[in-house]
């Protein structure tokens, strides 16, 4: 068992009611260190091995960064080219870790859990679960944006993002950054990024906080706050891992699929993803 290692300790109920005001207060909290050295070190090789087609799983999501490093130049729901296509270090994005043990075990920490229980409730889902990669090589910046739209086709809003780093996440390398306190505007723009007035206003009244973190360390974020990252402009690949939680009654409304659970009466587990020969059919996918 893995959870030996987590650093649970931040569990007694005065400091997760300590850890849910400023979530409440601020949009996002700092978790502290949530995985030990070396199971950081396990996600890493896990995920080069992914990008190194070293591990693979049919049907599992990935996309290339620009080539260029501009981001509106990626195509997006582009779905015959979000797959693998040779060992890169490029790849910006690769879903669907909720079938990888590793991540689903993250995914499981009791932290997510009481998170859950609090703003969603016990049964929940996955909107998504992804490597966030910041190439060494043209990577591209990700505009201020919010996690939530009223564009996306699903019956409910998705509640919170867990953003952990692999392998140090810091101002050079593009870090996420959030405007503290932008959660409490509700839904600011009709797709989810955010046009050029809005954000000079929001950055009048707020101001923008650097997620600066070692390997291992995780901050929470609500879905509302507004986020986003700068080109990385060291020699290394960051690496972060995200996994985006919601009410498992959601469904995406062109499919009518529901998402894939990770708590609650049939949710994933560890025995159950061993058994897929591939990676479900996405939710979006008919
Ligand atoms: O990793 C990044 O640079 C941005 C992260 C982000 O937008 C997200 O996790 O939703
Ligand atoms: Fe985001």
Redesign the pocket.
């Known amino acids: 068992m893995i959870y030996k290692n987590f650093d649970t300790s931040f569990l007694n109920h005065s400091e997760l009611n300590k850890l849910f005001s400023l979530y409440d207060k601020n949009g996002y909290v700092k978790l502290g260190k949530i995985v030990s050295d070396n199971y950081i070190k396990k996600l890493t090789k896990v995920t080069n091995d992914l990008m190194m087609g070293k591990r693979t799983y049919p049907g599992m999501f990935f996309k290339l960064d620009d080539p260029k490093g501009n981001y509106y130049n990626i195509k997006h729901e582009d779905i015959q080219n979000e797959i693998f296509s040779g060992p890169s270090n490029r790849y910006k994005k690769i879903k669907d870790l909720e079938y990888v043990p590793e991540f689903l075990n993250c995914i499981k920490l009791n932290i997510l859990k009481k998170f859950s229980e609090k703003y969603i409730g016990s049964e929940v889902s996955s909107m998504r679960a992804?490597i966030?990669n910041?190439s060494y090589i043209n990577s591209s910046i990700?505009p201020f944006?919010q996690?939530v739209s009223n564009k996306w086709k699903m019956s409910k809003k998705p509640s919170f993002?867990l953003?952990m780093s692999l392998n140090g996440a810091t101002k050079k390398n593009?870090?996420?950054k959030v405007i503290e306190g932008s959660h409490k505007y509700g839904i600011l723009n009709y797709g989810n990024n955010l046009s050029s007035s809005i954000e000079k206003k929001l950055l009048k009244k707020n101001k923008v906080v650097f997620i600066e973190l070692q390997p291992g360390e995780a901050i929470l974020f609500s879905n509302y706050t507004v986020?986003?990252?700068n080109k990385n402009k060291t020699k290394k690949n960051?690496l972060?891992f995200?996994v985006?939680l919601m009410d498992a009654k959601t469904k995406n409304l062109k499919t009518n699929k529901s998402y894939p659970k990770v708590f609650g009466k049939n949710s994933l587990s560890l025995s159950k993803i061993s058994k897929l020969k591939k990676i479900p059919k996405k939710v979006y996918e008919n």
């Open positions: 992804t966030l910041k990700l944006h996690d993002t953003w593009g870090c996420l986020h986003g990252s960051r972060g995200t985006c």
